[in-house]
């Protein structure tokens, strides 16, 4: 993992790296010369992020010392465990189990480690030290070598009490092994809270528990910890890394402490506290109806707003159930015209599994005035497929959408309902952009995220106006794929998992995008031509999977600017830079939410230094935000989901909103 490069300059090892990866040779990381076991030091370990430290978390290990850390039931750290190449090693027998000196109750806990071929070790949390060995106390993560160990309990299991369960959804019953080999780097994450306690691997949902319910007590009665009266009674205690006897080390250790109620910090470093109002109070949408005929609930789901480049003043909203209005963008509109209705062609996102589908991308070409040119991407309604394709619109007002003016641009296989993005947009260069996530399910399980030989989990740029030989559009010469072998060139980037939305900035012509995390991150990034964003071998700046890069393919992965993580929400949506001057608090500012939180926050970018300068809460209302519109003179606006169909908001500051 590196450091961002130079915006909108491809990476010279890039393009070689994407089509070859596999585990990297261990023989080329730094070897602990008194164990043999593979410490690699790389950059980033044993820090924290900006989004991290604002939102509580604390460093354990500095890479340097073993400040706060003591051995069990002794004063001090053996010898034995030392600082090698910014990691806590166990360096031979007798360096006895470590554990924090600090004790924790509620709480979030974050590690790397590396076993050697054969290990056992394992992470103890709520240990107390009455007892002759902390796992009488302290229930225990399971570490080991999966492959060649000789515990049936493995690695990321808790010991003899809970180990990874399939969703009840999910068709493969294969207990999930996300370990990568002995001698690379795995992570735990692990919370303990009265809501709910989770383990996963590698990035990967293992199990959940609930510490003292019926159920725990059940396991642990069948357990050999029933033994041990005070097994798991403290609620509180020290944190446990153990000496097994066997070659470890550990990295990257980040608590956060959590209240009862799970709540964390946000992530910020101001609040803007301005407000939302209705930007359209009296407007009704044609032929909307909030009902269906079976009398089931059809909430207005708007998923796109934006303009076109002619000087008609007209906006255009999307919803996810297949319709496009226009409207006058003037604060007093009421009316709308219905300028497309592709109700009965696209899946319906209301049904069993398909929130993720329908109709997910609207846009007007660049010369759309003259040629009356609009591009959708959705769903197909029977097909497991996502079409791309332009209708025309009429020239007099109000233009209508011929219905049997579809040219369909492209047809995209989707193997799974979810993930199927959506976003399109047109560049500052004219092409089209279209973001696509991986093809959904889990876990990535076809490993679409890092194959350039599909078009899933990337932004494609095409040429809608040069059609090329064989296809309903072109291929842009500087594409960073084109006529490399098994890839296909209208990728732009790559390495997204699910990406919800991608925008450009019309001062800058950045492109911003927001990838939607699956157990633990989610992420914002700058895309860049020919860049490699990481996913399925990273989510957000953090391992995922067991799946290892070659080395040329780990050094190019690119950074998101922003992660936070899912404490503080869990379905990032991306939105837009604010350009309008009507509030000068937004200024320049990087406007996005999280639909499942609520939230909404605004991040400022020095672009110069590469880096967020800041990131501030906007309102401290809760407001599901689908999706985030554009109107001319630099305005974004919220975009939300309505039985009344009430869903499109501007900001404003408090007091005008007070006013009215």
Same mark, same amino acid.
């Given at each position: ?16 790296a ?44 500095d ?5 706060? /850390? ?5 004063p ?27 004790k924790? @109750? ?15 070790s ?8 009455e ?27 808790l010991?003899q ?8 959804w999910?068709?493969?019953?294969t207990?999930l ?7 690379? /780097? ?19 949902a ?37 000496d ?10 980040k ?5 009862? &109620?799970?709540?964390?910090? @946000? ?7 301005l407000?939302?109002?209705l ?13 269906d ?56 996102? @209301? ?18 005035k ?7 991407y959705y ?11 332009r ?28 993930h ?45 106006? &040069? ?12 594409n ?22 991608i ?17 633990? /991150?989610?992420?914002?990034?700058l ?8 996913w ?25 600017i922003?992660q ?16 309008? &001057?009507?509030l ?16 909404? /926050? ?29 109107a ?15 869903s ?13």
């Open positions: 993992m590196t450091k961002r490069p130079p915006l909108f300059v491809l990476m010279p090892c890039f393009l070689f994407a089509l070859n990866y596999q585990a990297v040779n261990s023989s080329a990381l730094f070897a602990n010369p008194a164990t043999g076991l593979q410490t690699n030091s790389e950059p980033h370990q044993n820090q924290l992020t900006r989004s991290e430290s604002l939102s509580g978390w604390k460093l354990l290990f890479g340097e010392t073993t400040d706060g /850390w003591r051995n069990f039931n002794k001090d750290v053996s010898d034995r465990w030392q600082v090698k190449g910014g990691a806590l090693v166990w360096t031979g027998k007798g360096a006895g189990d470590l554990i924090t000196k600090e924790y @109750q509620n709480f979030e806990l974050s590690l790397e480690y590396k076993i050697s071929e054969e290990g056992n394992g992470v103890m949390f709520h240990v107390t030290e007892t002759d060995k902390p796992y009488q106390t302290g229930p225990e993560i399971q570490i080991q070598d999966n492959a060649k160990g000789h515990d049936a309990q493995k690695s990321g299991w010991y009490l809970y180990k990874p369960v399939p969703p009840r999910s068709k493969d019953k207990i092994d996300m370990t990568r080999p002995a001698g690379q /780097w795995n992570q735990i994450y692990l919370r303990i809270s009265p809501g709910g306690c989770q383990v996963c691997v590698n990035g990967a293992y199990y959940q528990f609930k510490l003292g319910n019926q159920d725990w007590n059940e396991r642990v009665a069948k357990s050999k910890f029933a033994d041990w009266p005070l097994f798991a009674k403290a609620g509180e205690g020290h944190l446990c890394l153990q097994h006897g066997d070659e470890v080390a550990f990295r990257d250790i608590v956060r402490r959590l209240p009862d &109620d799970g709540t964390v910090p @946000q992530p910020i470093d101001a609040e803007l506290d407000s939302t109002e930007a359209f109070p009296n407007l009704k949408w044609q032929d909307w109806e909030p009902f005929d079976a009398g089931k609930m059809k909430p207005l789901r708007l998923v796109e707003l934006n303009y076109a480049s002619d000087d008609s003043n007209l906006l255009y909203a999307t919803s996810q159930c297949g319709s496009v209005w226009s409207f006058e963008n003037k604060p007093d509109v009421t009316q709308s015209t219905l300028v497309l209705n592709l109700r009965d062609e696209v899946a319906d996102w @209301q049904a069993s599994g398909g929130n993720e589908q329908g109709l997910l991308g609207f846009a007007t070409h660049p010369n759309f003259d040629n009356g040119y609009a591009y959708v769903s197909h309604r029977d097909k497991k497929r996502s079409i791309l394709s209708f025309t619109l009429s020239k007099d007002q109000p233009r209508i959408a011929d219905p049997d003016s579809e040219t369909i641009l492209m047809s995209i296989d989707q193997p799974y309902r979810n199927n993005g959506g976003s399109i947009e047109f560049g500052p260069d004219g092409y089209l952009y279209v973001g696509l996530g991986d093809g959904g399910l889990r876990n990535d399980p076809h490993g679409n995220g890092q194959n350039p030989n599909t078009l899933l989990g990337s932004i494609l740029r095409i040429d809608v106006d &040069d059609v090329a030989s064989g296809k309903a559009y072109g291929i842009p010469s500087d960073p794929f084109v006529g490399m072998p098994n890839t296909k060139p209208e990728i732009y980037a790559y390495g997204l998992r699910n990406p919800w939305k925008a450009f900035d019309e001062t800058t012509s950045m492109l911003w995008c927001a990838d939607v995390g699956q157990e633990l /991150w989610e992420e914002i990034d895309i860049e031509k020919g860049g490699n964003y990481g399925s071998f990273r989510e957000g700046a953090h391992l995922f999977g067991s799946q290892l890069p070659d080395q040329a393919t780990a050094d190019s992965l690119i950074e998101p922003w936070y993580d899912h404490q503080l929400g869990k379905s990032i949506t991306g939105g837009r830079v604010y350009r309008s &001057d009507r000068p608090a937004l200024s320049g500012k990087y406007l996005y939410a999280d639909y499942v939180a609520g939230t909404v /926050w605004a991040l400022t970018y020095d672009s110069e230094k590469e880096v967020v300068a800041k990131n501030e809460r906007v309102t401290q209302k809760n407001i599901p935000v689908l999706a985030f519109g554009k001319p003179g630099g305005e974004v606006l919220l975009l939300t989901n309505s039985p009344r169909g009430e499109i908001y501007r900001f404003v500051a408090k007091e005008s909103a007070q006013d009215r």
